[in-house]
């Protein structure tokens, strides 16, 4: 007797990360604090901001250095939850963490993913909406944040003037994280249709309108991730529609294409921190019976870590001075993509850019330095988990250069909230002009020094 009771003791913690069921905020807190106490040369845990109601917004963080970026190891993110009754992201994201953790050192995919790649995981960016959801797979109660807001149309939008000026707690949060890592790869978990949705989400009528769709200068690339998820899961690719009569060929639509909305986070991620990031739609129930989900987890855990793997797309390497030395804010712009907001090195002087094989000119801009084009042939990367490795030597600018400074520049803050104008892509500055205005700040900060 007193042996079974000890038994059963031991059991209930032991099998906790395996079970498929719904876990409320204080038990996915228990549980992450236990896998990032098993597993603490590979895990890292934080908090990224607080709910409304005062709930953690817990980050697990996966990889070989888990507390801290590596040169040549791209940062990579999955967020679920957003909807609060959407959940199937949550527990997908659980059950992704156990399966990474129990597979290093033994799975040799979950191995190379991990040693060359560093992965943060939001299991839940609404869990005061999951705390007020009814299990139903419709309904919307718990959609909202405990404000009753939309967390999906809260985000500054570069297409309108229009979106709202207050900004919630969650999604400060979300902000001021984008602004603490220069994530590559993103993901974003819903449910209430089985489809993979990209960028972008909104448009003003510009040159990005296209038969409908709102498309992005690296369209080619969100195609491909898209189809990456969409094939390797094991049904979204067949263009299950659920309830809606949208066309979903292969899995998966563009979002403006689908349906236009305002404030979203995908596009926020995009076009202001150069982040890109993908909406993927998991179940047509939002809510589905605990005894779904181990289909569920089947039917995605392929296309989850493939997913991750594209991380590892086109080029990454640093931009170094004529000393060898990191060169911060350089843009690195391609050839025929006109980004809303430039590409930029980090303080690190690294860059990330997400390509399909081929062979693409970049031109490497920095006001103290004299630009840099190449032509360089790009390889399919996540095969080898690496982009391929270019750095780039820039020369110091001769003086006597004429500079015009009344140009300003839309996107110089990563969280910036300028609205771009109509026809945005015609208000945005060429390199050359934001070139300008960075050599002008520069000289305003040597005068004064
Ligand atoms: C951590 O390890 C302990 C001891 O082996 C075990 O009881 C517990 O279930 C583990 N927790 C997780 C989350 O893996
Ligand atoms: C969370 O679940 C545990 C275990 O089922 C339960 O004891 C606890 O009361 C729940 N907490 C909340 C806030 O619902
Ligand atoms: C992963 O990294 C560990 C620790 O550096 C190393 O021992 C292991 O061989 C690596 N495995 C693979 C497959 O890269
Ligand atoms: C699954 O993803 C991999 C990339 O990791 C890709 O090469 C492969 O073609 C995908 N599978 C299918 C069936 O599309
Ligand atoms: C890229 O350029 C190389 C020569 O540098 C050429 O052999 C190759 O066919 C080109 N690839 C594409 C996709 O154009
Ligand atoms: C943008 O310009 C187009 C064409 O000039 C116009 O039809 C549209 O209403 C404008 N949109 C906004 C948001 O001003
Ligand atoms: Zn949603």
């Known amino acids: 007797m007193l042996f079974l ?21 204080t038990e996915v807190e228990q549980y992450l604090r236990g896998i990032n106490r098993n597993f603490s040369h590979i895990t890292h845990l934080h908090s990224i901001g607080k709910s409304v109601e005062g709930r953690e917004l817990w980050v697990l963080i996966l990889g070989q250095s888990p507390t801290e970026h590596r040169t040549g190891i791209p940062e990579f993110k999955y967020v679920g939850n957003m909807h609060g009754n959407e959940v199937v992201g949550r527990v997908l994201l659980l059950q992704l963490i156990d399966f990474l953790t129990k597979g290093y050192m033994n799975d040799p995919l979950v191995t190379k993913l991990l040693n060359s790649t560093r992965i943060h995981i939001l299991p839940s960016m609404n869990p005061d909406g999951f705390q007020a959801s009814s299990r139903d797979c419709m309904y919307s109660l718990g959609r909202f944040n405990n404000n009753g807001v939309d967390l999906n149309r809260n985000f500054p939008d570069a297409f309108s003037s229009t979106t709202e000026e207050v900004r919630e707690k969650e999604v400060v949060a979300v902000m001021e994280w984008l602004k603490t890592e220069k994530f590559v790869l993103s993901a974003n978990l819903h449910g209430g249709a089985v489809v993979a949705s990209y960028p972008y989400d909104n448009s003003n009528g510009g040159s990005e309108l296209q038969g409908g769709s709102s498309i992005s200068p ?99 390497g640093q931009v170094l001075d004529s000393n060898g030395l990191p060169v911060q804010n350089a843009l690195v712009e391609v050839e025929g993509r006109r980004n809303l907001c430039p590409f930029t090195t980090d303080a690190n002087g690294e860059y990330y850019r997400l390509l399909l094989p081929g062979n693409y000119t970049i031109t490497v801009t920095h006001p103290a330095h004299e630009p840099l084009t190449e032509t360089i042939s790009v390889p399919y990367g996540p095969d080898k988990f690496s982009a391929l490795t270019h750095n780039f030597q820039l020369q110091r600018r001769l003086s006597g250069s004429t500079l015009d400074t009344t140009v300003t520049y839309p996107c110089s803050s990563r969280n910036g909230i300028q609205y771009l104008g109509n026809n945005s892509a015609a208000l945005v500055p060429s390199a050359f002009t934001a070139l300008t205005v960075f050599t002008a700040l520069l000289l305003h900060r040597l005068q004064l020094s």
């Open 5 to 25: 009771t000890l038994f059963s003791f031991w059991i209930t913690p032991l099998s906790f990360g395996l079970e498929f069921q719904y876990h409320n905020s």
């Open 218 to 316: 690296d369209n080619d690339v969100f195609i491909h991730l898209a189809q990456t998820y969409s094939f390797n899961h094991s049904s979204m690719h067949k263009g299950d529609s659920c309830y809606d009569s949208k066309d979903f060929t292969g899995g998966i639509t563009n979002g403006f294409g689908w349906y236009p909305l305002q404030g979203g986070m995908q596009d926020y991620n995009y076009v202001w921190a150069q982040c890109l990031e993908i909406t993927l739609e998991l179940s047509c129930c939002k809510f589905p019976p605990e005894s779904e989900l181990p289909g569920l987890w089947n039917a995605n855990k392929p296309a989850l870590l493939a997913y991750i793997q594209q991380v590892h797309l086109g080029l990454k």
